[in-house]
């Protein structure tokens, strides 16, 4: 029935018609086999025993945050993707999330094609923010926000870590050392005053510097 290349994906959600509708949404793709679940805890019994590729992540649980369950789905496997998804449209929660290792944030009153959209930018190694949520990390953000000047090599290595490049694809590509790339890196978070790669990618494509 399922393909090899499947991607298994889990939905924790305490809200039944939640639950049901985005399984509803997700298995019209084909790609996606689908685990559903409504307390955190049982979700991560599941990754901890189960390969697991992408996680739809509700914020108010009932047995717990989602902020904190994605902090540990991210310590159990830190290769999948962890997507917020959540009526909470507070700056600090989403910024909360983020740091604690999401891959991104989507409220709930977004529609089928930008839910599939944002999970499918996640999949490609983007940032998967609904466009409500870019809006309000916008809104916000850059008010007080002056652009920092940089470097040609520090725009290089942006756009490279922008398109998801590890650092050492980086280095191999403009032809600097590993210890080079990671020095640029630290200096754009400071220049930025971002807290991660995350947060640096964000700023940078609000203010059009990729």
């Known amino acids: 029935m399922y393909k090899n290349d499947d991607l298994n994906l889990v939905i924790v959600d305490d809200h039944p018609m939640v639950l049901e509708g985005l399984k509803s949404l997700l298995h019209q793709e084909e790609k996606f086999r689908i685990f559903a679940f409504t307390k955190g805890s049982s979700a991560l019994d599941f990754i901890q025993e189960n390969k697991t590729d992408i996680v739809l992540l509700d914020i108010v649980l009932s047995d717990g945050s989602g902020l904190n369950f994605c902090q540990l789905i991210k310590q159990k496997s830190p290769k999948t993707i962890v997507i917020g998804i959540s009526n909470q449209a507070e700056r600090s929660i989403?910024?909360?999330?983020?740091?604690n290792g999401g891959n991104g944030y989507i409220l709930k009153n977004?529609?089928?094609?930008?839910?599939?959209?944002?999970?499918?930018?996640?999949?490609n190694g983007g940032i998967a923010l609904s466009k409500e949520v870019q809006e309000i990390m916008l809104c916000t953000a850059s008010n007080s926000f002056e652009l920092p000047r940089l470097t040609k090599r520090e725009?290089?290595?942006?756009?490279?870590?922008?398109?998801?490049?590890?650092?050492?694809?980086?280095?191999?590509?403009?032809?600097?050392?590993?210890?080079?790339?990671?020095t640029h890196r630290r200096n754009l978070l400071q220049k930025f005053k971002a807290k991660n790669m995350i947060e640096l990618v964000k700023i940078a494509t609000e203010n059009k510097l990729i």
């Open 94 to 99: 989403i910024f909360r999330f983020l740091e």
């Open 155 to 182: 725009q290089q290595v942006l756009e490279s870590i922008a398109i998801g490049n590890t650092s050492a694809e980086i280095a191999e590509k403009l032809f600097i050392s590993i210890i080079t790339v990671e």
């Open 110 to 123: 977004a529609d089928a094609d930008e839910i599939i959209q944002c999970i499918d930018n996640a999949i």
